[in-house]
């Protein structure tokens, strides 16, 4: 079975500290991780996934599978970061057909 | 390009009563997805079309809720009859092909309360 930890419901900064938004799975196949986000008033929107390796509005993501983690990552929070964060996970092998297993997010507060 | 369309916005009935909501995908996504969040988790998928098939219904639960996906396109999820633990957001999501690697779209959910 899937299952996606985030540990933590709130998250407080300051702006301008390192923040990091811990994500934890179990998945025994081939697990493929992602971020989603939403900001105040607007819907659920991607991230950014392992697969890109990308860095999305200042934020990284480095998936371990020694640890089983994917946790979110940015040097200097800005308030506009402050939103509702998941941590998602999806079968990377046979026909899953992008069936997505979401941890139950944690709401960061970047305070000025 | 336009995003997913769902409508209602907000929707309260009472136990026992029945409900419906409508999802139209962004034009050419081949799959479908109904997610439910109850308030404080995160959102749970309920059932999952690619074009007018059933991929994954494992988490419905089917003898009160049902979706269909009429030619592959709009698809409804129905609740009867409805519980007070069916009180959440119901979001509608698309993607282009369906794959593990395909972002998803999602709408901006039905509220539901149940009283």
């Known amino acids: 079975a899937q299952r996606v930890t985030q540990p933590e419901k709130l998250l407080s900064v300051f702006k301008g500290a390192p923040v990091e938004l811990k994500c934890n799975y179990s998945?025994?196949?081939?697990?493929?991780l992602f971020w989603y986000v939403q900001y105040s008033r607007q819907r659920l929107q991607l991230l950014l996934r392992h697969i890109s390796r990308e860095s999305i509005k200042g934020f990284t993501a480095d998936l371990n599978k020694g640890e089983t983690s994917f946790h979110l990552k940015k040097p200097f929070a800005q308030e506009e970061d402050s939103a509702m964060y998941y941590c998602?996970?999806?079968?990377?092998?046979?026909?899953?057909?992008?069936?997505?297993?979401f941890g139950q997010g944690t709401i960061l507060t970047v305070h000025p | 390009e336009a995003g997913v369309a769902q409508s209602p916005r907000y929707k309260i009935i009472e136990k026992r009563q029945s409900v419906a909501f409508w999802c139209n995908p962004i034009s050419g996504h081949a799959t479908l997805y109904w997610y439910q969040q109850i308030l404080g988790q995160g959102p749970k998928l309920l059932i999952q079309?690619?074009?007018?098939?059933?991929?994954?219904d494992s988490q419905l639960p089917k003898d009160r809720f049902s979706a269909e996906r009429l030619k592959g396109v709009d698809s409804t999820l129905k609740i009867q009859p409805a519980k007070l633990e069916d009180s959440a957001v119901y979001l509608c999501?698309?993607?282009?092909?369906?794959?593990?690697?395909?972002?998803?779209?999602f709408g901006n959910g039905t509220r539901l309360t149940v009283t």
């Open positions: 998602a996970l999806a079968n990377a092998g046979g026909t899953s057909y992008g069936k997505l297993t």
């Open positions: 999501a698309s993607s282009p092909r369906g794959r593990w690697y395909s972002p998803l779209h």
């Open positions: 998945y025994s196949g081939s697990p493929e």
């Open positions: 079309f690619q074009n007018n098939g059933v991929v994954d």
